[in-house]
């Protein structure tokens, strides 16, 4: 089963000096339009070298629309080594309503 991080435990995570890895599944416009600084927009096309490039142990937590896409990416994430991949509840948007000074674009 997917392990999942409450919108508040990823910010937190997110501001701290041992900050995760966060990625974004969504697609490449929505990402231009407004992302997690700092996250890494993740697509079939850098995935494998995404999971071959991360150490195992990292924290990595995975962001989509609303949080529902990002279960199954983290699940995939953990079944090729990433052991601590998580989704994040709520998704960008949630992120995007409670934090919106916490949003970058392109």
């Known amino acids: 089963m997917t392990q999942e991080i ?3 435990d990823a910010h937190q995570q997110w501001a ?16 231009a339009q407004g992302h997690i600084p700092g996250s890494l ?3 079939n096309d850098n ?3 995404f999971i071959s490039n991360t150490d195992g142990g990292a924290q990595v937590i995975v962001v989509c629309y609303h949080g529902i ?3 199954q ?4 994430l953990q079944q ?13 948007t ?5 934090f919106p000074d916490d949003v970058e674009a392109n």
């Open 16 to 31: 701290s000096d041992a900050a995760p890895i966060i990625v974004d599944i969504r697609d490449a416009q929505s990402f």
């Open 6 to 8: 409450t919108l508040l």
């Open 41 to 43: 927009q993740l697509n």
């Open 47 to 49: 995935v494998a070298e």
């Open 73 to 76: 990416a983290a699940s995939v």
């Open 94 to 98: 949630a992120w995007q309503m409670q």
């Open 69 to 71: 896409s990002s279960q």
């Open 80 to 92: 090729n080594g990433l052991t601590n991949a998580v989704s994040m509840q709520g998704g960008f």
